[in-house]
């Protein structure tokens, strides 16, 4: 299975040593943690760990992210003569 991004979404009700446990597992996997913001952590890792994550207590949803396609569209002000 390759490697991807996911986005792990904590529970509510998750206390610190929940939280603690689920990162510590995401990095024993081989994973990588990009981003902790308030109760989602975007970290990537091979998809087949992703069940073993979700099983984990404090976990809410365990969801593939994709970021590739994506286009930025350039903003040009133009003013009037």
Do not use: C, W
Not at 1 to 26: F, G
Not at 63 to 68: E, M, Q, S, T
Request: no cysteine.
């Amino acid at each position: 299975m390759p490697v991807e991004t996911h986005i792990v979404r904590v529970a509510d009700n998750a206390t610190p040593s929940q939280i603690e446990l689920i990162l510590k597992t995401l990095v024993s996997v081989g994973g990588r943690v990009e981003v902790v913001a308030s109760r989602s952590i975007i970290a990537t890792f091979n998809s087949e760990y992703a069940d073993l994550v979700k099983r984990k207590p404090g976990v809410q949803l365990v969801g593939g992210v994709n970021f590739r396609g994506r286009t930025v569209r350039k903003i040009v002000k133009r003013s009037s003569a």
